[in-house]
């Protein structure tokens, strides 16, 4: 069955860095787009940053543009969010999410369980 | 910047039909996709495309979109349907952006 499994995650000062990886299994993860999505203690979800099936095109929210870098290295099935200049306000848990879409229709189908990073002095 | 717009809380009684809406502009050219989450879990597909459930999901939940706004029904809510409901979809500003969620009580 398909996993998706993050790590990473723990508590940084701010300005500090910290890199996530998101392992998965249990399906072809060269053919599928994966994203990372946020939720901040007791708010909603916010989507943080995609990555290609190839590794060739990334983008980001626009509140994490130049401050994370998605990557992903498909010979080992894993995926990873490398997080710098990191504020209060990034604090949150962060799950990785498999997208899958067949012509127009696209959706996360397939979601970790997550791993908390929180930004504290 | 696009946004979606979900209402903040519903409630239903138990066995009845409560319908959540997500309003926004990026609903006009991309279909929606429905998320639940309950309270400490990590979020659930429920609803794709028109009106497509992944296995396992149960019936009850139904989707369906109309001009800007994209709905989520639960027909016939059973107390485990109690649990904050998010909205999807792809957006032209920033490829993809949620709803702020719906808080759904079953009383």
């Known amino acids: 069955q398909v996993q998706l499994v993050e790590s990473g995650g723990g508590v940084v000062q701010p300005g500090g860095s910290l890199r996530l990886s998101c392992a998965a299994s249990g399906f072809t993860f060269s053919v599928y787009g994966m994203h990372w999505v946020r939720q901040a203690p007791g708010k909603g979800l916010e989507w943080v940053a995609v990555v290609a099936f190839d590794g060739n095109r990334q983008d980001y929210a626009a509140s994490v543009k130049g401050r994370f870098t998605i990557s992903r290295d498909n010979s080992k099935n894993t995926m990873s969010l490398q997080l710098n200049s990191l504020r209060a306000e990034d604090t949150g848990v962060y799950y990785c999410?498999?997208?899958?879409?067949?012509?127009?229709?696209?959706?996360?189908?397939?979601w970790g369980q997550g791993t908390l990073v929180t930004v504290s002095s | 910047s696009s946004e979606l717009t979900q209402d903040p809380a519903v409630s239903v009684a138990l066995g009845q039909t409560v319908r959540i809406t997500c309003e926004g502009d990026s609903l006009r050219s991309n279909s929606a996709s429905w998320y639940q989450q309950r309270p400490g879990q990590a979020p659930v597909l429920v609803i794709y495309g028109k009106n497509d459930r992944p296995s396992g999901i149960p019936d009850r939940f139904s989707g369906s979109t109309s001009g800007n706004t994209a709905s989520l029904t639960i027909t016939g809510a059973q107390a485990e349907d109690e649990a904050d409901y998010y909205c999807?979809?792809?957006?032209?500003?920033?490829?993809?952006?949620f709803g702020g969620g719906t808080k759904v009580t079953v009383l």
């Open positions: 999807t979809s792809r957006d032209g500003y920033a490829p993809w952006v």
């Open positions: 999410a498999r997208e899958t879409t067949v012509t127009t229709v696209s959706r996360f189908d397939n």
